[in-house]
T-cell receptor, first 114, second 110 residues
Framework: KAGVTQTPRYLIKTRGQQVTLSCSPI?????VSWYQQTPGQGLQFLFE???????NKGNFPGRFSGRQFSNSRSEMNVSTLELGDSALYLC?????????????FGEGSRLTVL | ELKVEQNPLFLSMQEGKNYTIYCNYSTTSDRLYWYRQDPGKSLESLFV?????AVKQEGRLMASLDTKARLSTLHITAAVHDLSATYFCAVDLAGNQFYFGTGTSLTVIP
């Protein structure tokens, strides 16, 4: 059974550019959530989608957005990149909306902003 | 805002020794998760604790949850080098909205 797949795995952008990251959840999983991991702030929740609806959003500026498609695949977009956006972006999928809510993580997309 | 604190942040221990990692959280929740992360890798689910008094064991690791004290522990028994990794606890506040602890970087020394 395939796990959570994230693309691209690595990317380098410059300040002011935008980036789109993709996540394919485990087959049958309908919830997809996104996390940012940095050495300074640790793991922080970005947003969560279930059945194409954003259910929860973390404390990030509006430059961070996402969406989910009917096949449960998800994308997140960061516009007007800043140096501080350099991070590992992790996508996680879950079978249901809450019970039991165990998250399965992908390998992540490592973004470097120059 | 929910705060999740782990201690210690760094742990260096000899093979064969026992130790406990603590995870405290600041608000009521009955859902506590433990994850492992190897350098440059993603997060691997270790334990899912869903009720007060829950105890789960896998190999040399045992996790427990005390919801009244808002405390979870991850106990390591007779550590081996393969357990070297960073361990995170996480609390699910609103349904797949996880708040992670700061992580405990464990190094097991031969």
């Amino acid at each position: 059974k395939a796990g959570v797949t994230q693309t691209p795995r690595y990317l380098i952008k410059t300040r002011g550019q935008q980036v789109t990251l993709s996540c394919s959840p485990i087959s049958g999983h309908r919830s997809v959530s996104w996390y940012q991991q940095t050495p300074g702030q640790g793991l922080q929740f970005l947003f969560e989608y279930f059945s194409e609806t954003q259910r929860n959003k973390g404390n990030f500026p509006g430059r961070f957005s996402g969406r989910q498609f009917s096949n449960s695949r998800s994308e997140m977009n960061v516009s007007t990149l800043e140096l501080g956006d350099s991070a590992l972006y992790l996508c996680a999928s879950s079978l249901t909306a809450r019970d039991p809510g165990e998250l399965f993580f992908g390998e992540g997309s490592r973004l470097t902003v120059l | 805002e929910l705060k999740v604190e782990q201690n210690p942040l760094f742990l260096s221990m000899q093979e064969g020794k026992n130790y406990t990692i603590y995870c405290n959280y600041s608000t009521t929740s009955d859902r506590l998760y433990w994850y492992r992360q190897d350098p440059g890798k993603s997060l691997e689910s270790l334990f899912v604790l869903l009720s007060n008094g829950a105890v789960k064991q896998e190999g040399r690791l045992m996790a427990s949850l005390d919801t009244k004290a808002r405390l979870s522990t991850l106990h390591i028994t007779a550590a081996v080098h393969d357990l070297s990794a960073t361990y995170f606890c996480a609390v699910d506040l609103a349904g797949n909205q996880f708040y992670f602890g700061t992580g405990t970087s464990l190094t097991v020394i031969p």
